[in-house]
Nanobody, 118 residues
Framework: QVQLVESGGGSVQAGGSLRLSCAAS????????MGWFRQAPGKEREFVAR???????YSADSVKGRFTISRDNAKNTMYLQMNSLKPEDTAVYYC????????????WGQGTQVTVSS
């Protein structure tokens, strides 16, 4: 059974940085794309960034140049380095895993709260 566990969330002032981690278990980590989504209060869940099984990355325009997604296949872990944080980045951040590189996002973590104060 696949498990995804996020960590690294917290409270930070605008302009600060946080690094989220997502530890995966249950199937061959290196064979699957990984991604981050977020959901702010009263808003729909939105895409943040994804990384393919071979390391190609893609990020939402709202975070380009500030957030960096990466993965360490030896540690079965994905990361999201978040710099220059803004109050509008406040949300619950969810880690997810794709079925291969082109399937659906079929596994999700429990989420970690990120709060950015002005």
């Amino acid at each position: 059974q696949v498990q995804l566990v996020e960590s690294g969330g917290g409270s930070v002032q605008a302009g600060g940085s946080l690094r989220l981690s997502c530890a995966a278990s249950g199937r061959t980590f290196s064979s699957h794309a990984m991604g981050w989504f977020r959901q702010a209060p009263g808003k729909e869940r939105e895409f943040v960034a994804r990384i393919s099984s071979f390391g190609n990355t893609y990020s939402a325009d709202s975070v380009k140049g500030r957030f960096t997604i990466s993965r360490d296949n030896a540690k079965n872990t994905m990361y999201l380095q978040m710099n220059s944080l803004k109050p509008e980045d406040t949300a619950v951040y969810y880690c997810c895993q794709r079925n291969g590189d082109y399937g659906g996002w079929d596994y999700w973590g429990q989420g970690t709260q990120v709060t950015v104060s002005s």
